[in-house]
């Protein structure tokens, strides 16, 4: 096995997600042209030409009595980096979904890790399905950074070694942990990520409560700023309607 001296690599420690929105044809308008085909055929075709605010009762309408198929002509392509375990929780969000993602396989993995910020809640009290995090002590902050930190160089310093001892990738790619870095573009409309921002953030107007885990719902909410713009008329009766996806 080939050594790999300690000032040979660094690793990276961030406790935050990148989300940017790298194309999208979404609009209000989106919504009104393919409800309003049911009734009016290829006239709806004039909704495009229409403004929106002008027919803002339908859309809270049709989020109300969950209509949810107008909410579905629309798209957003989304640049995700975030932990790998934010990841496999995100691919639990199929329906109305694509991904891809960054690959182990195809190019070396570069030393980015996550270590949770001193917001970041620590202690569980009670049971599955009926708990709470609170706030760690200064010394539970400083067991899990230093921990992770030491853990992810070993275990990149690991990695390492094996590559440079000729081991494919797709081997040695096992040693890292969930804590590293990978990205995606992931691809949805409305309506499955209004069904992705039910279960993974917390909002004081949801009908719903959720508990999502902390990092999967920082790139919910950075996601929701930018729907938000795309679709104000949209996301309004979102929210007035409890935040429950059509």
Known sequence: ????????????????????LVKSSATDSDVLFAARVSTLGEQSLDELQKDPERSKGL????MRDRHGSPFEHNS??????????????????RVGWSYN??????RELQPVF???GQNRKLVQHGRPGKYVFVEGTPEQHDLVSRSMEDSYRQAYRTYQEMLAAGVAREVARSVLPVGLYSSMYATCNARSLMHFLGLRTQHELAKVPSFPQREIEMVGEKMEQEWARL??????????????AP
């Open 101 to 106: 993602e960054e690959s182990g396989r195809y």
């Open 76 to 93: 957003m392509t989304f640049f995700v980096s975030a932990p790998i375990f934010v990841f496999r929780e995100f691919m639990r969000h």
């Open 59 to 62: 859309i809270n309408y049709l």
């Open 114 to 116: 996550y270590v949770p």
């Open 1 to 20: 096995m080939t050594d790999i001296p300690a000032d040979d690599f660094k690793i990276d420690l961030r406790n935050d997600v990148t989300v940017e």
């Open 231 to 244: 679709m104000p008329l949209t996301y309004a009766a979102f929210n007035a309607n409890g935040r429950v």
